[in-house]
């Protein structure tokens, strides 16, 4: 199975650079997204089936209202996640990064299962190691960085104490 997703990662990965990914993807990937979650009972995510994906659950820095968005993860080799707003370099910050910023407790859901997370905005000095872990799962995703113009905010996901650890 590894040696598959290692191929269709090798053939899409390029894709999400183009300019029509970039523009198309913000419209499309949710519909896909909530499609495929409905059809699984939220057990599987579209981005799921390249790279480990989950569902975060944030407060609205605003609006006090839940929120929830499909993002893809990578495992900081501690039990914890690190998401990157990307936001498919565009030139502002996504909103559930100011959600985090606003209200750092909120949830995750990876394949199903609900977990607790403390949101931690990493600071310069942690961003090079971070985006390394990020480009060995998926080579030139800091090229949203890049293109955007503007330094994207990386969080890590701590789990709160007494949630097991991902898997």
């Known amino acids: ?70 993002l893809m993860y990578t495992p900081d080799g501690h039990g914890n996640a690190i998401i990157a707003g990307t936001s498919f370099a565009r030139d502002r910050h996504p909103a559930w990064s100011y959600n985090l910023i606003a209200h750092p407790d909120a949830a995750i859901s990876v394949r199903g299962r609900r977990r607790s997370v403390r949101a931690e905005l990493l600071d310069a ?26 330094i994207v905010r990386l969080f890590r996901l701590r789990l709160q104490p007494g949630e097991p650890p991902q898997n």
Request: hydrophobic residues 45%.
């Open 1 to 70: 199975m590894d040696a598959v997703v290692t191929a269709v990662r090798s053939l899409v990965a390029p894709l999400t650079r183009t300019r029509l990914f970039r523009w198309a993807a913000p419209t499309v990937l949710p519909v896909l997204e909530r499609l495929l979650t409905r059809l699984s009972g939220g057990r599987a995510q579209l981005s799921g089936l390249l790279v480990p994906s989950l569902v975060l659950h944030s407060v609205g820095a605003r609006s006090g209202v839940e929120r929830a968005t499909e």
């Open 125 to 150: 000095a942690e961003h090079d190691a971070a985006w390394q872990l990020i480009e060995a799962q998926w080579p030139g995703y800091r090229g949203y960085e890049r293109e955007s113009g503007r």
